[in-house]
């Protein structure tokens, strides 16, 4: 079902006409209808009259939005809360560790106030200047360990790639070379250096409490995607006029049909 609330028409199998979702009350609402409402300025929504402006509709619904901040947080904690497995003296204490942190992560996620979020980024803040070597030593081993599992990977791929082309009831000759070896040869002859890591990498700065994280924020304003979705784009009334002209001939054809 992709229904539009204002126009009442369901676009699931005409997927040329977009339909959006509103960011206040996921109410979805057609490309052509957000612009014939919205963009002159704010309007109650269809469904709930709640007031929207056009800026408020995106592609993605609630559940993506929420799927899609989530994942941005857990990047960012895991790249400050980096202890791994060797550092820690037993399981239970580096259990403990994950537990913070996947703690941590759920603060940001389902903060109750903002209160709560400027307060998680605070103790996120202490937590990387208390172990910032530390810090900076995972992150001029990350590249290494990546290139390591990648090579590990395509490896792997060798091997079922020889297995896959043998002959049938035949033990497998010789590990095959995966193509890739073959195609990203310059790229894994030469792995990174660990020295080369941390100019590359983002600074903490930009994403901690003291810097004004935009997590839990809207954020400032981006004209590309308000536009894309409160705006008119080309074509849109001509394909939602060819749907209700097909969805009027169909239903002339049914009731000559039926009538005859």
Known sequence: MNECSACHVDYYYNPDVRVFFSAVCDHR????????????????CPACERQLVAEDFSQEPREARQVESEVKVRRQINEIYCKTRADFAGDDDYNDY??????MIYRLVHPASQDEVQEAWRDIEKYRQQNAAQIRREQRLAPRRKFQKIVRIIEEEGSFFTSVNSEWGESPGPRSSHPFQTRYQSLLSNPPQDDDVLDSRPSSAEFSPCAHSPLGNRGPPNIARHMSGG???????LKKARHFL???LVAATSATTAGA
């Open 246 to 248: 097909f969805a009027d």
């Open 29 to 44: 609402v057609c490309e052509s209808c957000i612009t014939r409402l919205f963009q002159p300025g704010p309007y109650k």
């Open 231 to 237: 705006g008119h784009m080309q074509e849109a009334c």
């Open 98 to 103: 994950l537990a913070i942190r996947e703690d």
